[in-house]
């Protein structure tokens, strides 16, 4: 088994640490072929966000080498540890990651910095990360949650907007409704005992889905009644782990409702909504009390 790297987005890769940190603080990453992919998952979807994403390899490293049975390899580690290693290396001339087993210990993941010196020689300073491969038996149940049957699907605004309004709506209440219609309309919605706060968006984009091939039944958004409004009530907590998103500058975030049950956003990080730019799942459940 080898899983060696030279990065050449030291700055996206500490991007999607960051936010998967405030999601859980131990979290999972499989090295494939051609794509790596970032799981912040938990075993019961009700108890909090989570995020799923995928990017190209070449996007984030060269000099790429995964060699293993299964033609990926797993590792979970504590994102603290990443984060930090990554940060110093933010200014370096080369930052390159080997996967080791030092004789009769566990697992790391070594994160090398390299630096020029005042006298023009290199100067290395590593990072030794533990981590735990994950197993063939508990990897087959690693996956992207499924897409669930949502009543309205629209584009948000920025999100660094919609993130401020958010901020001081924390400070009026524990949990945010966000509703919206296929005709373009979003509100954001907090209330307490003697406060109730709404903000609106206007005439946002509706992306379009060719409806030739989708099930009706699976994708009622496409049959309702534009006016149609679908809500989902959350922690305000979790909506503003999603929104520390906003540090991507996504190019597209696409919102779906299924109201009373969950919002999931896709973000997109390149010119057009195309997974292989590099992609985001974020599910938020919905919150009864």
């Known amino acids: ?3 060696s790297a030279t990065l050449i987005n030291a700055g996206l890769l500490t991007k ?7 999601i859980t603080k131990r979290w999972i990453m499989q090295f494939g072929p051609e794509h790596i992919h970032l799981l912040a998952h938990k075993e019961d979807i009700t108890t909090g966000a989570q995020m799923f994403g995928q990017i ?3 996007r984030l490293f ?9 033609d990926s390899i797993y590792l979970e580690f504590s994102g603290e540890h990443l984060v930090r290693a990554l940060k110093s290396g933010q200014q370096a001339t080369e930052v390159s990651m080997k996967l080791l087993k030092p004789q009769g210990e566990d697992k790391i993941l070594r994160v090398i910095i390299t630096n020029q010196g005042r006298s023009g020689k290199p100067i290395k300073l590593t990072h030794d990360i533990p981590v735990r491969q994950v197993p063939e038996s508990e990897a087959a149940d690693l996956h992207n949650p499924t897409m669930i049957d949502y009543q309205v699907h629209i ?4 999100l660094p907007d919609i993130r401020s309004i958010t901020e001081r709506m924390r400070a009026i209440a524990p949990h945010i409704t966000l509703s919206a219609n296929m005709a373009g309309t979003l509100i954001l919605e907090v209330q307490a005992d003697s406060v109730h706060v709404q903000t609106f968006f206007h005439n946002l984009e ?8 989708v099930d009706e039944e699976e994708r009622p958004a ?5 006016q ?8 305000i907590r979790d909506f503003l782990k999603f929104l520390q998103c906003s540090i991507f500058s996504p190019k597209h975030v696409i919102c779906c409702i299924a109201e009373n049950n969950a919002l999931m956003m896709y973000v997109y990080l390149g010119d057009n909504s195309e997974a292989d730019d590099g992609a985001f799942i974020y599910y938020l459940p919905h919150r009864f009390r």
């Open 206 to 213: 509706v992306p379009a889905i060719d409806s030739s091939q």
């Open 1 to 3: 088994m080898r899983l």
């Open 62 to 70: 060269e000099k790429y080498v995964v060699e293993c049975r299964d």
């Open 222 to 226: 496409l049959f309702r009644d534009t």
């Open 155 to 158: 584009l948000l605004p920025k």
């Open 56 to 58: 190209k390899a070449d």
């Open 228 to 235: 149609y409004k679908a809500a989902v009530r959350l922690d």
């Open 16 to 22: 999607m640490a960051m936010c998967l940190e405030k």
